[in-house]
C-alpha cells in the first residue's frame, strides 16, 4: 500500500443567495387563510390540497413558521366565535343536538386544517415547543365554546336535567349524552371532571340522599334493600352507556354511602324486618342481598356479623338453658344440629360461604354447648339413641353424615374427657346388650374419634371391640370343652379387661343353683387356659332368656335382666313370696331390686307378677305372685328394667368426680412436660402453657393447676426459686 497522505473533502455552502418575495408570506398566507375559511363553510370540494400542502410547506421552509402558526390562531378563533353563537341561539333540548352537530364539523375541518399544515406539525410546532394543530383545535373549542359564560352554566344544567329525568323514569336519547360526555372527556379528563363529574355527583349525592329517606321512613328493609340494589345496578348500567368508565366507583360510592353506610344500622334493626327476622324467617334472598350491598361499604360486613353473633348465642343460651329442652337429650342435640344445619345454609347459600361468618358461627356455638355442663352427656346419649335404633335401614352415606354432624357438635365441647367417660359406659351398654344398629358405624365413629383426638382417645374403646371378639372365641372355646352342657341351660359370657371397661361395682347376688354351677365350670376352664387372671362377675350387667308358662297353658320367652332372672326362678319353688324373702333369698342391693320388681309387676303388657296391695311403688311388706292372667300377643317378652335413661343426680356427681380424678393425672403431666423443655418458667406462662396443650381433650381449671404444681413440688419434681416465689425450677 502507498504511504500517499489521505485528502480531507469539505462541501461549501452554496454561494448563490435565494431572494424571496417581501409579500410571499402574506399572499401564500391569504391562500391559506381562504382554505381554512372554506373548509368551516363546508366548501372543502374545490380546494387542492396538494397546492394547500406545498404552500404551507414552503412558508415553514421560509422561516414563516410562525406567521402560519398565528394566522391559524386567529382564524380558528373567528370561526370558533361565529359557531358559539349559533350553539347558543339554540332553544331548549336543542342545545345538545346543535352542540353535537358543531362538535362533529369542528373535528372534520380540523383533520382537514391538520393535513394541510402537516409539515409546520412535524417540524416548526416541535422546535419551538408550540401545541400541535389537533391539540390546539380542541383547546380553542375548549375555550370559546365549552368556557363559554353563556354556554358553560347552560350545558352544564342540561346534562344534570337528562340525568335526572332518567333517574325519574323518563327515556332520555342515551346516543346524544354518549356523544357529548365523549366530546367532554376528549378536550381533556379535568374538563370532563371539572364541568360534569363533580357536579354529577354532588347532585347524585342530594338525589339519593332525599330518596334514601323516603323510602327507609316507608319500607321494610327486605324492601329498601331491593331499591338500593336496583339503583346500584342503575347507575352501573348509566357509565357502561355514556359515561366515563372511571366514574363507575366513583358514583357507586356516593350510592353506597347514601343509600346503605348512612342507614345501616336503622336497616339491620328495623323492627319485624330487620336482620334477626331475616335470619328468623329464613330470608335467604334478602339475607343474601343484604350481604352484598353491605359487604361494598366500610364495616358492613362487620355489623351483620355481629347482630347475627349476638342473635345466635341468645338464641343458643336460651335452647341449653331451656328445662323443657333438657327433659329429652336426644331432641336437645337434634335441636342443636337444626340449628347448625339452618346457619350452615344460610352462610353457603347468601353469605358467599364467607370464612369470617363461619368462625363467627363456630365460636358462638363453642360458647353456648358449653354453658350446659350437661352437653357431652346429651351429645353421647344422641350417639347412643342412633347406634341403638335411630339409624335402622338407613344408608351408609346417610349414617355417615350422621356420625359427620355428631362429630361437629363433639369439636365444640371443652370437657372432651367427660363425653368419653358418658360414651364408653353407653358404648359397653350397646356392646353387653347387643343392642348396636351397626358394628361398622361403631368403629367408623371411633376411627372419627381417634382423628380428632389421638389414639390415647380411643385405645380403651378399640379394647371394648377386642374383648367382645375374644369373648366370642372363649365361648366357643368353653363349649367345645364341655360336650355334655348341650342339653342343659346355655351359658354365654363376655370376658371385659377391667382397664378398658368403665367400671361398675361388682356386687355379687345368688343365682339359682343350675347356673350357679355352670359359672363355676366356666370359671374353672377360663383359668385353667389364662394364667394370673381373676375373674368377677358382673350380675348386674347381664341378661337372660327364659321359658315361661302361665295359668292356661300358654307359653313364652321372656327377656329379662340377670336380677330378674333370679326372681323370677324362685317362684318354680313357691306361689306366694314377700319382699323380703326374695331379698334374701337373692341378695341383689335393694334400688336395683325394688326397680326389678317394678318393672314386672306394674308395668302394664310386660305385668309377669302381681303384687299385694296394687300400687305403682314396691314397699318392703309387699306380697309377689306370678300372674297367671299373663297374656301378649308375642311369644317373645322383653321385659326391661325401669330405669331413668338420664343420670340421676348422684350419679352425675360420681361421673363428675371420676372426670375430675382422671384429670389430675392428665395435668401433672402436662406440668413435667413442659418444665423439663423449659428448665425454668414462671407461674403465669406455666397455666398459660398448661391450659394449652390440654384444650384438646378438656379446659383445665387455673386453680386445679395450681394444686398438681403444689403436689409436683412436694414430691420433688419441681421447686420454687428461692428469690422470685412466682418462678419454678425442673428438678432432674
Given at each position: 500500500?502507498?504511504?500517499?497522505?489521505?485528502?480531507?473533502?469539505?462541501?461549501?455552502?452554496?454561494?448563490?443567495?435565494?431572494?424571496?418575495?417581501?409579500?410571499?408570506?402574506?399572499?401564500?398566507?391569504?391562500?391559506?387563510?381562504?382554505?381554512?375559511?372554506?373548509?368551516?363553510?363546508?366548501?372543502?370540494?374545490?380546494?387542492?390540497?396538494?397546492?394547500?400542502?406545498?404552500?404551507?410547506?414552503?412558508?415553514?421552509l421560509h422561516k414563516f413558521g410562525e406567521k402560519l402558526y398565528n394566522g391559524l390562531v386567529v382564524t380558528?378563533?373567528?370561526?370558533?366565535?361565529?359557531?358559539?353563537?349559533?350553539?347558543?341561539?339554540?332553544?331548549?333540548?336543542?342545545?345538545?343536538?346543535?352542540?353535537?352537530?358543531?362538535?362533529?364539523?369542528?373535528?372534520?375541518?380540523?383533520?382537514?386544517?391538520?393535513?394541510?399544515?402537516?409539515?409546520?406539525?412535524?417540524?416548526?410546532?416541535?422546535?419551538?415547543?408550540?401545541?400541535?394543530?389537533?391539540?390546539?383545535?380542541?383547546?380553542?373549542?375548549?375555550?370559546?365554546?365549552?368556557?363559554?359564560?353563556?354556554?358553560?352554566?347552560?350545558?352544564?344544567?342540561?346534562?344534570?336535567?337528562?340525568?335526572?329525568?332518567?333517574?325519574?323514569?323518563?327515556?332520555?336519547?342515551?346516543?346524544?349524552?354518549?356523544?357529548?360526555?365523549?366530546?367532554?372527556?376528549?378536550?381533556?379528563?379535568?374538563?370532563?371532571?371539572?364541568?360534569?363529574?363533580?357536579?354529577?355527583?354532588?347532585?347524585?349525592?342530594?338525589?339519593?340522599?332525599?330518596?334514601?329517606?323516603?323510602?327507609?321512613?316507608?319500607?321494610?328493609?327486605?324492601?329498601?334493600?331491593?331499591?338500593?340494589?336496583?339503583?346500584?345496578?342503575?347507575?352501573?348500567?348509566?357509565?357502561?352507556?355514556?359515561?366515563?368508565?372511571?366514574?363507575?366507583?366513583?358514583?357507586?360510592?356516593?350510592?353506597?354511602?347514601?343509600?346503605?353506610?348512612?342507614?345501616?344500622?336503622?336497616?339491620?334493626?328495623?323492627?319485624?324486618?330487620?336482620?334477626?327476622?331475616?335470619?328468623?324467617?329464613?330470608?335467604?334472598?334478602?339475607?343474601?342481598?343484604?350481604?352484598?350491598?353491605?359487604?361494598?361499604?366500610?364495616?358492613?360486613?362487620?355489623?351483620?356479623?355481629?347482630?347475627?353473633?349476638?342473635?345466635?348465642?341468645?338464641?343458643?343460651?336460651?335452647?341449653?338453658?331451656?328445662?323443657?329442652?333438657?327433659?329429652?337429650?336426644?331432641?336437645?342435640?337434634?335441636?342443636?344440629?337444626?340449628?347448625?344445619?339452618?346457619?350452615?345454609?344460610?352462610?353457603?347459600?347468601?353469605?358467599?360461604?364467607?370464612?369470617?361468618?363461619?368462625?363467627?358461627?363456630?365460636?358462638?356455638?363453642?360458647?353456648?354447648?358449653?354453658?350446659?355442663?350437661?352437653?357431652?352427656?346429651?351429645?353421647?346419649?344422641?350417639?347412643?339413641?342412633?347406634?341403638?335404633?335411630?339409624?335402622?335401614?338407613?344408608?351408609?352415606?346417610?349414617?355417615?353424615?350422621?356420625?359427620?354432624?355428631?362429630?361437629?357438635?363433639?369439636?365444640?365441647?371443652?370437657?372432651?374427657?367427660?363425653?368419653?367417660?358418658?360414651?364408653?359406659?353407653?358404648?359397653?351398654?350397646?356392646?353387653?346388650?347387643?343392642?348396636?344398629?351397626?358394628?361398622?358405624?361403631?368403629?367408623?365413629?371411633?376411627?372419627?374419634?381417634?382423628?380428632?383426638?389421638?389414639?390415647?382417645?380411643?385405645?380403651?374403646?378399640?379394647?371394648?371391640?377386642?374383648?367382645?371378639?375374644?369373648?366370642?372365641?372363649?365361648?366357643?372355646?368353653?363349649?367345645?370343652?364341655?360336650?355334655?352342657?348341650?342339653?342343659?341351660?346355655?351359658?354365654?359370657?363376655?370376658?371385659?379387661?377391667?382397664?378398658?371397661?368403665?367400671?361398675?361395682?361388682?356386687?355379687?347376688?345368688?343365682?339359682?343353683?343350675?347356673?350357679?354351677?355352670?359359672?363355676?365350670?366356666?370359671?374353672?376352664?377360663?383359668?385353667?387356659?389364662?394364667?394370673?387372671?381373676?375373674?368377677?362377675?358382673?350380675?348386674?350387667?347381664?341378661?337372660?332368656?327364659?321359658?315361661?308358662?302361665?295359668?292356661?297353658?300358654?307359653?313364652?320367652?321372656?327377656?329379662?335382666?340377670?336380677?330378674?332372672?333370679?326372681?323370677?326362678?324362685?317362684?318354680?319353688?313357691?306361689?306366694?313370696?314377700?319382699?323380703?324373702?326374695?331379698?334374701?333369698?337373692?341378695?341383689?342391693?335393694?334400688?336395683?331390686?325394688?326397680?326389678?320388681?317394678?318393672?314386672?309387676?306394674?308395668?302394664?303388657?310386660?305385668?309377669v307378677l302381681r303384687k299385694e296391695p296394687m300400687s305403682k311403688d314396691i314397699g318392703e311388706d309387699d306380697?309377689?305372685?306370678?300372674?297367671?292372667?299373663?297374656?301378649?300377643?308375642?311369644?317373645?317378652?322383653?321385659?326391661?328394667?325401669?330405669?331413668?335413661?338420664?343420670?340421676?343426680?348422684?350419679?352425675?356427681?360420681?361421673?363428675?368426680?371420676?372426670?375430675?380424678?382422671?384429670?389430675?393425672?392428665?395435668?401433672?403431666?402436662?406440668?413435667?412436660?413442659?418444665?423439663?423443655?423449659?428448665?425454668?418458667?414462671?407461674?403465669?406462662?406455666?397455666?398459660?402453657?398448661?391450659?394449652?396443650?390440654?384444650?384438646?381433650?378438656?379446659?383445665?381449671?387455673?386453680?386445679?393447676?395450681k394444686k398438681r404444681i403444689e403436689s409436683l413440688i412436694e414430691r420433688d419434681f419441681l421447686e420454687r426459686?428461692?428469690?422470685?416465689?412466682?418462678?419454678?425450677?425442673?428438678?432432674?
Amino acid at each position: 500500500m502507498s504511504n500517499q497522505k489521505k485528502r480531507n473533502f469539505q462541501i461549501d455552502a452554496f454561494k448563490h443567495r435565494v431572494v424571496v418575495d417581501p409579500k410571499y408570506a402574506d399572499k401564500t398566507w391569504k391562500i391559506l387563510e381562504h382554505a381554512i375559511h372554506e373548509i368551516y363553510n363546508h366548501n372543502a370540494s374545490g380546494l387542492s390540497f396538494e397546492e394547500l400542502y406545498r404552500n404551507a410547506y414552503n412558508m415553514v421552509l421560509h422561516k414563516f413558521g410562525e406567521k402560519l402558526y398565528n394566522g391559524l390562531v386567529v382564524t380558528m378563533t373567528s370561526h370558533l366565535k361565529e359557531i358559539s353563537k349559533s350553539i347558543e341561539a339554540a332553544q331548549g333540548d336543542s342545545l345538545l343536538e346543535e352542540l353535537n352537530r358543531k362538535w362533529n364539523d369542528h373535528n372534520k375541518a380540523l383533520q382537514m386544517i391538520r393535513d394541510i399544515l402537516m409539515y409546520m406539525d412535524r417540524t416548526y410546532i416541535p422546535s419551538v415547543h408550540k401545541t400541535p394543530v389537533h391539540e390546539l383545535g380542541l383547546n380553542l373549542w375548549r375555550d370559546n365554546i365549552i368556557h363559554s359564560s353563556k354556554i358553560q352554566t347552560r350545558l352544564q344544567n342540561t346534562l344534570l336535567e337528562l340525568v335526572h329525568r332518567e333517574r325519574t323514569g323518563e327515556v332520555i336519547d342515551r346516543g346524544l349524552m354518549r356523544n357529548i360526555v365523549k366530546m367532554l372527556m376528549d378536550l381533556g379528563s379535568s374538563v370532563y371532571q371539572e364541568d360534569f363529574e363533580k357536579p354529577f355527583l354532588e347532585v347524585s349525592a342530594e338525589f339519593y340522599s332525599g330518596e334514601s329517606q323516603k323510602f327507609i321512613e316507608c319500607c321494610d328493609c327486605g324492601d329498601y334493600l331491593k331499591k338500593a340494589e336496583k339503583r346500584l345496578n342503575e347507575e352501573i348500567e348509566r357509565v357502561t352507556h355514556y359515561l366515563d368508565s372511571k366514574s363507575e366507583v366513583r358514583i357507586n360510592n356516593v350510592v353506597e354511602k347514601e343509600m346503605i353506610a348512612n342507614h345501616m344500622l336503622r336497616l339491620v334493626h328495623m323492627e319485624n324486618s330487620g336482620l334477626v327476622n331475616m335470619l328468623l324467617d329464613d330470608k335467604f334472598d334478602d339475607l343474601g342481598r343484604m350481604y352484598n350491598l353491605f359487604r361494598r361499604v366500610p364495616d358492613g360486613l362487620s355489623t351483620i356479623r355481629e347482630v347475627m353473633t349476638s342473635h345466635l348465642r341468645e338464641t343458643g343460651r336460651q335452647l341449653v338453658t331451656d328445662p323443657e329442652r333438657l327433659k329429652d337429650p336426644v331432641e336437645f342435640v337434634q335441636c342443636l344440629l337444626d340449628e347448625k344445619y339452618k346457619y350452615d345454609s344460610i352462610i353457603s347459600n347468601a353469605f358467599n360461604n364467607d370464612k369470617t361468618f363461619q368462625n363467627a358461627l363456630n365460636s358462638s356455638f363453642e360458647y353456648f354447648i358449653n354453658l350446659n355442663t350437661r352437653s357431652p352427656e346429651f351429645i353421647s346419649l344422641f350417639v347412643d339413641d342412633k347406634l341403638r335404633k335411630g339409624l335402622k335401614g338407613v344408608s351408609e352415606e346417610d349414617v355417615e353424615i350422621i356420625l359427620d354432624k355428631v362429630m361437629m357438635l363433639f369439636r365444640y365441647l371443652q370437657e372432651k374427657d367427660v363425653f368419653e367417660k358418658y360414651y364408653k359406659q353407653h358404648l359397653a351398654k350397646r356392646l353387653l346388650s347387643g343392642k348396636t344398629v351397626s358394628d361398622d358405624a361403631e368403629r367408623s365413629l371411633i376411627v372419627k374419634l381417634k382423628t380428632e383426638c389421638g389414639y390415647q382417645f380411643t385405645s380403651k374403646l378399640e379394647g371394648m371391640f377386642t374383648d367382645m371378639k375374644t369373648s366370642q372365641d372363649t365361648m366357643q372355646g368353653f363349649y367345645a370343652s364341655h360336650p355334655e352342657l348341650g342339653d342343659g341351660p346355655t351359658l354365654v359370657v363376655q370376658v371385659l379387661t377391667t382397664g378398658s371397661w368403665p367400671t361398675q361395682p361388682g356386687v355379687p347376688c345368688n343365682l339359682p343353683a343350675e347356673m350357679s354351677a355352670l359359672c363355676e365350670k366356666f370359671r374353672s376352664y377360663y383359668l385353667g387356659t389364662h394364667t394370673g387372671r381373676r375373674l368377677s362377675w358382673q350380675t348386674n350387667m347381664g341378661t337372660a332368656d327364659i321359658k315361661a308358662t302361665f295359668g292356661k297353658g300358654q307359653k313364652h320367652e321372656l327377656n329379662v335382666s340377670t336380677y330378674q332372672m333370679c326372681v323370677l326362678m324362685l317362684f318354680n319353688n313357691a306361689d306366694r313370696l314377700g319382699y323380703k324373702e326374695i331379698e334374701q333369698a337373692t341378695e341383689i342391693p335393694t334400688a336395683d331390686l325394688k326397680r326389678c320388681l317394678q318393672s314386672m309387676a306394674c308395668v302394664k303388657g310386660k305385668n309377669v307378677l302381681r303384687k299385694e296391695p296394687m300400687s305403682k311403688d314396691i314397699g318392703e311388706d309387699d306380697a309377689f305372685f306370678v300372674n297367671d292372667k299373663f297374656t301378649s300377643k308375642f311369644y317373645k317378652v322383653k321385659i326391661g328394667t325401669v330405669v331413668a335413661q338420664k343420670e340421676s343426680e348422684p350419679e352425675k356427681q360420681e361421673t363428675r368426680q371420676r372426670v375430675e380424678e382422671d384429670r389430675k393425672p392428665q395435668i401433672e403431666a402436662a406440668v413435667v412436660r413442659i418444665m423439663k423443655s423449659r428448665r425454668v418458667l414462671d407461674h403465669n406462662n406455666i397455666i398459660t402453657e398448661v391450659t394449652k396443650q390440654l384444650q384438646s381433650r378438656f379446659l383445665a381449671n387455673p386453680t386445679e393447676i395450681k394444686k398438681r404444681i403444689e403436689s409436683l413440688i412436694e414430691r420433688d419434681f419441681l421447686e420454687r426459686d428461692s428469690v422470685d416465689r412466682k418462678l419454678y425450677r425442673y428438678l432432674a
